[in-house]
Every structure is written in structure tokens, then in C-alpha cells.
């Protein structure tokens, strides 16, 4: 009887592992998310949602970035080295452009990148809306640096209008969210640490995002990814504007890019979280500074505003571990089931033709 169980409970987890890597997902052509926007514009020139009242805003039309919101460094509290943190960026036509130059520096103080990835050299460049010691569990904390609290949230309807950083090799951006840690004690620790991408994008596909969620040391948090292929041509993305979003709720938070929802998970962290953009070369997962890389490598960023709904969340709606458990396996097993009649279906269609012939 145990060695039934366990095996059930290992086929469950290896079906749930399907999920939870993106397997067989697509983007949704489904209904619109209905929250793109009305078309009268609010006093301060942004657009209003319906249901929704807008939070926070950043618009990059005055020709400058918001130091009271923005911190122009990358998480400087992991490194020594002040170049390495500071972010390169100009503020002009209306965007932010976050960029990485051949020769910038290395974020830990070295040499500029190296494409021999026995010499690796890791640069990073970022703003972030939130800093203090130990932010990101995933990071070593190096520099004692002053806090800093510019904008941290719980819940809302995050949007960004961008292109994607150039078509090119190794590297990859990301806007992502991480607990602010405001439950640490006087040993340092935190549980309020969990984070939530979404999206990241490698260089060498934008037509390609992943979403995520990380739990660190969250225990109501469970691990979550998605990899979603969008529609159209890749180089689309980096060539033109398009809106990514995700809407974060008690009962779990819902993706979308150009209005049209594309993924979704029950996981949600309970906590504030502040936002960060970053871009990376010679990042371990990424690849390193290629041949094919192009130089600058630019990333143009029109707005990024938060929206809350008016009628405010209930914790009520948001479902424990358990049932998120159970939500997951049910999602995995008709995804898998899907998956199986699609395949089956694109072998009789090779039958066919085959016989055809």
C-alpha cells in the first residue's frame, strides 16, 4: 500500500512539474483583460482605467528620472564597487533608455566583459524603487547602504510600455518585484522575501517572456514559472512598442501582454514589494558577451504606472497551499491532456498526408 501511494504521489508531482516549466503554453486568444484603459485622459496626462484608480506613475516626459522613486543603482548593497551599480541610462523623446555599453563595468568592480567565460566578468545596470541591507535573498550583502523607500506596494495592476532590449546574444532583462522586508528582526531574517518577475526576456529572443514567482524564504509561497512564446515576428518586440502587465491579487496574479491575458498562477505573495528593471550580460543562465551581441544594447521604456482597484482586495478569496495544490494538479492534468490530444492530432494529420502521397 505505501509503495502505491508513493508512487501516485510521484506521478502527481512530475505532472505538476509540467506546469510549472511552461509546458505545451502558448498565448491566449482569448477575451481582452478590460483594463486597457478608458479613453479620457486624466488630469496629470495618464490614461484612466475603469474600476481602477491609478497608484503610481512614471512617465519619463520631463526629461529625467524621478530620484524620489527611483534609485539610479542596482541592489549597490551586494557590491563594492559604485561604478559597477550605477545604472547607464538617458531619459529622452519621452522614455527612459536603460543601456549597457562594450566596455561597462563589471558590477563587483572588475574588468570590463570578457567573452571568454573562463574570465567571466558580470555586468549588470538597473534602477530600483526600494534599498536596504539584505533585499534580495539571492544576492550577498557586501555594503552597508543607506535605505532607501521610494515606492512599495501590495496588490494592483502593474503595467509597462517598452521595447524589448535589441535582438543579440548572451544577456537578458527583467521587471520583477521583491518583498520589502519591513518584517526584520533583530537577527536580519526576513520571510517577507519572495519574488514575483514579470517578465524576463533574453537578448536573443524577445519574442519569448517568462513570468514567476520565487518563494526564498516565503513559506506560504510556492515555486511557479511559465515560459510564453508571443505572436508575430520576435524582432517585433524590439522594434516596436507593446504593454506587459500583471494584474496581483489575494487569489493570485494574472499576465498580459498587449491587453490579452497570457498566463497565470494561484500564487501570491502577502506582503509589499518594490520594483526593479535590470539587464544583465555574462549572467551564469544567460550567456555571455557573443560575437553576435550588438553594442549599445538598449532598452526603451515609454511609462510604468500602477493601478488599484476601487473596490479594494479581499483576503478573503485567496486559497491556502492546500488548495492551491490541488488547483495546480487539476490545471497540470487538463494541460497534459491537452497536450496528448494535440500531439495524437498532429500525427494523424502526418498519417494522412502520408498516405496521401
Not at 4 to 28: D, P, Q, R
Not at 169 to 174: D, H, I, L, N
Not at 193 to 207: A, S, V
Request: with cysteine; proline share 4%; aromatic share 14%.
Amino acid at each position: 500500500m505505501f509503495k502505491k501511494s508513493l508512487s501516485l504521489i510521484l506521478a502527481l508531482i512530475m505532472l505538476m512539474g509540467l506546469s510549472s516549466v511552461g509546458f505545451c503554453t502558448e498565448i491566449n486568444e482569448g477575451d481582452e483583460s478590460g483594463l486597457s484603459g478608458a479613453s479620457d485622459e486624466a488630469e496629470n496626462g495618464v490614461p484612466e482605467k475603469e474600476g481602477y484608480v491609478l497608484d503610481f506613475s512614471t512617465e519619463f516626459n520631463d526629461g529625467k528620472l524621478n530620484t524620489d522613486y527611483w534609485l539610479p543603482q542596482y541592489l549597490p548593497h551586494c557590491t563594492g564597487s559604485t561604478d559597477g551599480a550605477s545604472a547607464r541610462y538617458k531619459v529622452e523623446d519621452g522614455c527612459l533608455n536603460l543601456y549597457i555599453l562594450k566596455d561597462s563595468p563589471d558590477y563587483f568592480g572588475g574588468q570590463p566583459g570578457s567573452s571568454d567565460p573562463d574570465n567571466l566578468k558580470w555586468i549588470a545596470n538597473g534602477i530600483q524603487t526600494w534599498e536596504k541591507n539584505n533585499l534580495h535573498p539571492g544576492g550577498e550583502q557586501k555594503t552597508d547602504v543607506e535605505p532607501f523607500e521610494g515606492y512599495a506596494t501590495q496588490y494592483g495592476y502593474f503595467e509597462i510600455r517598452m521595447k524589448m532590449p535589441e535582438i543579440g546574444g548572451g544577456g537578458y532583462a527583467a521587471w520583477w518585484l521583491i518583498g520589502a522586508e519591513e518584517d526584520v528582526g533583530i537577527d536580519g531574517t526576513s520571510e517577507q522575501n519572495g519574488e514575483i518577475d514579470i517578465f524576463e526576456t533574453f537578448f536573443r529572443n524577445p519574442g519569448v517572456i517568462e513570468p514567476k514567482v520565487h518563494a526564498w524564504n516565503d513559506p506560504d509561497l510556492c515555486e511557479w514559472s511559465d515560459m510564453v512564446e508571443l505572436r508575430g515576428e520576435a524582432a517585433d518586440y524590439s522594434n516596436e512598442f507593446h504593454t506587459y502587465a500583471m494584474d496581483w491579487r489575494p487569489e493570485g496574479i494574472t499576465f498580459y501582454v498587449d491587453g490579452k491575458e497570457i498566463s497565470k498562477t494561484e500564487e501570491s505573495p502577502q506582503y509589499r514589494m518594490c520594483m526593479i528593471l535590470s539587464m544583465y550580460i555574462n549572467s551564469d543562465f544567460s550567456g555571455w558577451d557573443e560575437p553576435s551581441n550588438v553594442y549599445p544594447i538598449e532598452w526603451l521604456i515609454d511609462y510604468i504606472r500602477v493601478y488599484k482597484d476601487v473596490n479594494g482586495y479581499d483576503e478573503d478569496n485567496r486559497l491556502s497551499v492546500f488548495e492551491r495544490l490541488i488547483k495546480d494538479l487539476g490545471d497540470s492534468l487538463a494541460e497534459f491532456g491537452q497536450c496528448i490530444l494535440s500531439f495524437f492530432h498532429d500525427l494523424c494529420m502526418l498519417f494522412h498526408q502520408f498516405f496521401e502521397l
